[in-house]
T-cell receptor, first 115, second 116 residues
Framework: AQSVTQLDSHVSVSEGTPVLLRCNYS??????LFWYVQHPNKGLQLLLK??????LVKGINGFEAEFKKSETSFHLTKPSAHMSDAAEYFC?????????????FGTGTRLKVLA | KAGVTQTPRYLIKTRGQQVTLSCSPI?????VSWYQQTPGQGLQFLFE???????NKGNFPGRFSGRQFSNSRSEMNVSTLELGDSALYLC???????????????FGPGTRLTVT
């Protein structure tokens, strides 16, 4: 079975500084990986996805993630944090299941952006 | 296109009651998945429906059930509510990619259920 580990439950950064949210996965398959963001009292919004094309994936709002097979990692980065980036971020791996695919969610990383 | 809509947004129920939540997917999306989100357990998969058939199921008791209609709208039902069922219930839709690939899901805002 596949699994996802988000290494930090909370991350605090100052506005204008880089963001790094770490995600490791385990997989028996060629994984599809996603990052979602959830703002308070909102649903999840897709930031970006990796599906075995380019290893560096660019997403919305300046976020990007790099798939590193040797390290089984898919860390999310942004060069400069903005106050509006404060939210919870979920790393997700997609696993084949019963003829379809099932999402396995990480436990989430809450990002705090300090003024 | 309109996004995924869920009704109601907030709900308060008493232990032992039952509840029905509704989800309307994005137009053209035929698959709907349901998730439960709690602070302790995080996001857990409940079930997935495609063309009115349950295609996949998570590890939840039989009190949790769902269905999908011919217009792809979906409902989930929880019977004999317990305090531990208090959670944010999220619905997600996607345009089914079959078994040949993966897909991105589009989430609704959720229904916040409080059981007292």
């Amino acid at each position: 079975a596949q699994s996802v580990t988000q290494l930090d439950s909370h991350v605090s950064v100052s506005e204008g500084t880089p963001v790094l949210l770490r995600c490791n996965y385990s997989s028996s398959y060629s994984p599809s990986l996603f990052w979602y963001v959830q703002h308070p009292n909102k649903g999840l919004q897709l930031l970006l996805k990796y599906t075995s094309a380019a290893t560096l994936v660019k997403g919305i709002n300046g976020f990007e993630a790099e798939f590193k097979k040797s390290e089984t990692s898919f860390h999310l980065t942004k060069p400069s944090a903005h106050m509006s980036d404060a939210a919870e971020y979920f790393c997700v791996v997609s696993e084949p299941s019963s003829g379809t695919y099932k999402y396995i969610f990480g436990t989430g990383t809450r990002l705090k952006v300090l003024a | 296109k309109a996004g995924v809509t869920q009704t109601p947004r907030y709900l308060i129920k008493t232990r032992g009651q039952q509840v029905t939540l509704s989800c309307s997917p994005i137009s053209g999306h035929r698959s709907v998945s349901w998730y439960q989100q709690t602070p302790g357990q995080g996001l857990q998969f409940l079930f997935e429906y495609f063309s009115e058939t349950q295609r996949n199921k998570g590890n939840f008791p039989g009190r949790f059930s769902g269905r999908q209609f011919s217009n792809s709208r979906s409902e989930m039902n929880v019977s004999t509510l317990e305090l531990g069922d208090s959670a944010l219930y999220l619905c997600a839709s996607h345009h089914d990619a079959g078994t040949s690939g993966t897909y991105e899901q589009y989430f609704g805002p959720g229904t916040r259920l409080t059981v007292t």
